[in-house]
């Protein structure tokens, strides 16, 4: 009889079921929230990796690397790692600035905001502005963008 590596156990609370339920139903593209509460929830029944992988479609390192995380960290073990790299360089203070002046402010002379019109009057690149237009769908220079009553 071959032997067989030790699982470790899967047991969830109530408020823990609830929340892998409800991250398992994350119908966005490519969610690995979900694919990751779908596999602790497979691993409940006492189900070996390869089975669960088998289920879902994913190799068994990556059953066994979020039933281990799962098991020491809980839920905060599913949440996506802060990464390496670079600290973000424009604060939430110059977000703010760009999407006011973008939404709520007209330029000097009365025209629409320009990318590079923005980015000089707040000293910074204009890829800076373009970026944060993208992230927050604006298109000033589109038509029909009106401006919003200040609040």
Not at 66 to 89: E, I, K, N, Y
């Amino acid at each position: 009889m071959p032997l067989r590596s030790r699982l470790p156990f899967v047991v969830l609370g109530v408020e823990e079921r609830q929340q892998l339920l409800q991250w398992s139903l994350e119908y966005r593209a490519g969610c690995a929230l979900a694919l990751r509460a779908r596999i602790i929830l497979n691993c409940l029944d006492g189900r070996s990796n390869r089975e669960v992988a088998q289920r879902l479609g994913v190799t068994t390192q990556t059953v066994g690397k979020w039933r281990r995380r799962f098991v020491t960290a809980r839920l905060r073990g599913l949440l996506d790692q802060p990464r390496s790299g670079a600290p973000r360089s424009i604060s939430d203070a110059i977000v703010e600035s760009v999407l006011v002046k973008t939404l709520y402010e007209q330029p000097p002379d009365g025209a629409r905001w320009s990318s590079r019109r923005l980015a000089a009057a707040l000293g910074i690149s204009q890829r800076a502005v373009v970026r944060i237009w993208h992230t927050f769908n604006l298109r000033p220079s589109g038509v029909d963008m009106a401006l919003l009553p200040p609040e």
